[in-house]
């Protein structure tokens, strides 16, 4: 990289959180509200479906999601209540970190996820879900559904918060280190769920992650919110 493109990148690092540009170029269109809004109902949407794949098929997502579908199944707590618990603590770093602006997109995405994943279940059902399938298509309604939401500076709370800010703060692609947090996670599971199970549930979590490290790249996407 040439010294002046290093310059620039040192001077975007450096700008607070909550700046505007957020180290795309200042060229990009700003969301409108009706935008942000959209996007946060059908990135929340899609999230929701692919949990529900998740639950029927017993697979297991990364992140905090993860983490609510691996206890669901310990104890058999509904999803969406333990999704709605474990973020709560991830609050905090999303506004001291992130800003108000983002904590609140968060949380009225976390709280969507919660409510969509709950009336989801009478909105659709499966006779037959192939497991393999299910890792797929669960993995890229999640990945696509993080996506949109990421696009607009949203996050679905824990790990994504997190993600999210060491991309924006020191460059580290916000796929790759889910992706290491979402394995550890399914590591953990090894004694929880069936082996066959377990490998596709990693299949998965690739999906998702891969989807966000291809796409999800800083300056590849110059809409601000």
Known sequence: MALQDQTAETTRSAEPLDSPAKGVTETGERHRLYEDVLAILLGTLFVSFGMVIYTKAVLLAGSTAGLALLLQYITGVHFWIIFSLVNLPFYVLAVKRL???????????????????????????????????????????????????????????????????????????????????????????????????????????????????????????????
């Open 99 to 225: 800003g108000w602006s983002f904590a609140l997109r968060t949380f009225a995405a976390v709280s969507l996820v919660s409510l969509f994943s709950r009336l989801m279940t009478g909105w659709a059902s499966f006779a037959t879900l192939d497991p393999v399938f299910a890792a797929v298509m669960g993995g890229c309604l999640a990945g696509c559904g993080l996506l949109v939401l990421f696009r607009h500076r949203t996050g679905l709370g824990g790990i994504n918060i997190l993600a999210i800010f060491l991309q924006e703060k020191f460059g580290i692609r916000a796929g790759y280190f889910q992706l290491a947090v979402d394995l550890s996670i399914l590591a953990a599971a090894f004694f929880v769920i069936a082996p066959q199970n377990l490998v596709l549930s990693v299949l998965s979590a690739v999906i998702v992650n891969m989807i966000l490290a291809i796409n999800h790249r800083p300056g590849r996407y110059a809409g601000l919110t």
